[in-house]
């Protein structure tokens, strides 16, 4: 009876002084990125970060409104440059959007119908991308929803190599989202 009292007593404290480690919930800043984190991709400007409607709108205007409507918590807009065939310009949009479901209504709202799935090896849960063409310019889109967060990330090319790098980003930052182990 000692002897089972003794380890009841020792699982008791082994169970009481273990640490119980929070993970802290992901910020966009973090999922953000590094400069050459996709190789020979480095950032061209400061990031940008709105926290209400005001600071999201003199980012990026009326484009803000989806995010708005669908309760964002923080945004960043982030630009790299790089190089395929000639200089080439990256930008990154990150939102958090509070919540899974207000993510996927942000993704699902900013379709347009012409977009192709991303459906194998894909960034998120969802991801898309097009193909835009111009008079003078012709580039790609992606976007996908991954836990609480909207990405969207804009190549100004439109080789298989521009898609490629946009793919490139959207796996690094829908990784950052889902790694819990690094805080």
Same mark, same amino acid.
């Given at each position: 009876?000692?002897?089972?009292?003794?380890?009841?007593?020792?699982?008791?404290?082994?169970?009481?002084?273990?640490?119980?480690?929070?993970?802290?919930?992901?910020?966009?800043?973090?999922?953000?990125?590094?400069?050459n984190?996709?190789?020979?991709?480095?950032?061209?400007?400061?990031?940008?970060?709105?926290?209400?409607?005001?600071?999201?709108?003199?980012?990026?205007?009326?484009?803000?409104?989806?995010?708005? @409507?669908?309760?964002?918590? *923080? %945004?960043v807009?982030?630009? =790299?440059? #790089? /190089?395929? $065939?000639? &200089?080439?310009?990256?930008?990154?949009?990150?939102?958090?959007?509070?919540?899974?479901?207000?993510?996927?209504n942000?993704?699902?709202?900013?379709?347009?119908?012409?977009?192709?799935?991303?459906?194998?090896?894909?960034?998120?849960?969802?991801?898309?991308?097009?193909?835009?063409?111009?008079?003078?310019?012709n580039?790609?889109?992606? @976007?996908?929803?991954?836990? *609480? %967060?909207?990405?969207?990330? =804009?190549? #100004? /090319?439109? $080789?298989? &190599?521009?898609?490629?790098?946009?793919?490139?980003?959207?796996?690094?930052i829908?990784e950052?989202?889902?790694?819990?182990?690094?805080?």
């Amino acid at each position: 009876m000692k002897k089972l009292l003794v380890f009841l007593i020792l699982l008791l404290v082994v169970f009481c002084t273990k640490e119980e480690t929070q993970i802290e919930p992901k910020d966009v800043v973090e999922l953000v990125p590094l400069d050459n984190e996709i190789s020979g991709w480095t950032r061209s400007s400061a990031m940008e970060i709105a926290e209400n409607e005001t600071q999201l709108y003199d980012i990026i205007d009326g484009a803000g409104q989806v995010y708005i @409507d669908n309760n964002f918590v *923080k %945004f960043v807009r982030q630009f =790299y440059e #790089g /190089d395929i $065939s000639g &200089a080439v310009t990256i930008e990154l949009h990150i939102a958090d959007m509070n919540d899974t479901v207000n993510a996927k209504n942000v993704y699902d709202d900013q379709a347009t119908g012409n977009e192709i799935p991303w459906t194998n090896d894909n960034a998120g849960v969802e991801a898309r991308y097009k193909l835009v063409t111009g008079i003078a310019v012709n580039y790609y889109e992606l @976007d996908f929803w991954d836990d *609480k %967060f909207y990405s969207w990330i =804009y190549i #100004g /090319d439109d $080789s298989d &190599a521009a898609l490629d790098v946009a793919k490139l980003f959207a796996l690094n930052i829908s990784e950052a989202i889902r790694d819990t182990t690094a805080q």
